[in-house]
């Protein structure tokens, strides 16, 4: 099983910026992608940015040119630097990683508890 433990998030006025981080933990033979997703009141979740193992990235348009999703392969970890934020980026944000584990055997699908992020004056 694979753990996940996200972090950062919180209050901010528009125009602010936040950092999330999120560590994975567990029988975690390797990481493959890894990705953040949002979930506002009332809609969809939705996929807000994903970054492989190798470092390439893909981005919703929406947040295109605020936010940037970086990783640490030898931490297990992923981030989303949140830049310029909007009323509209107000949701709850989920970390997911694709994972290869010792048990259970194979590549798997996981998901972070969620953290808040509010932007709001």
């Known amino acids: 099983q694979v753990h996940l433990v996200e972090s950062g998030g919180g209050l901010v006025q528009p125009g602010g910026s936040l950092r999330l981080s999120c560590v994975a933990s567990g029988s975690i033979f390797s990481i493959d992608a890894m990705g953040w997703y949002r979930q506002a009141p009332g809609k969809q979740r939705e996929l807000v940015a994903s970054i492989t193992k190798g470092g390439s990235t893909n981005y919703a348009d929406s947040v295109k040119g605020r936010f940037t999703i970086s990783r640490e392969n030898a931490k297990d970890t992923v981030y989303l630097q949140m830049n310029s934020l909007k009323p509209e980026d107000t949701a709850v944000y989920y970390c997911?990683?694709?994972?290869?584990?010792?048990?259970?055997?194979?590549?798997?699908?996981?998901w972070g508890q969620g953290t808040q992020v509010t932007v709001s004056s």
């Open positions: 997911n990683v694709w994972a290869r584990t010792v048990t259970p055997v194979g590549l798997n699908n996981y």
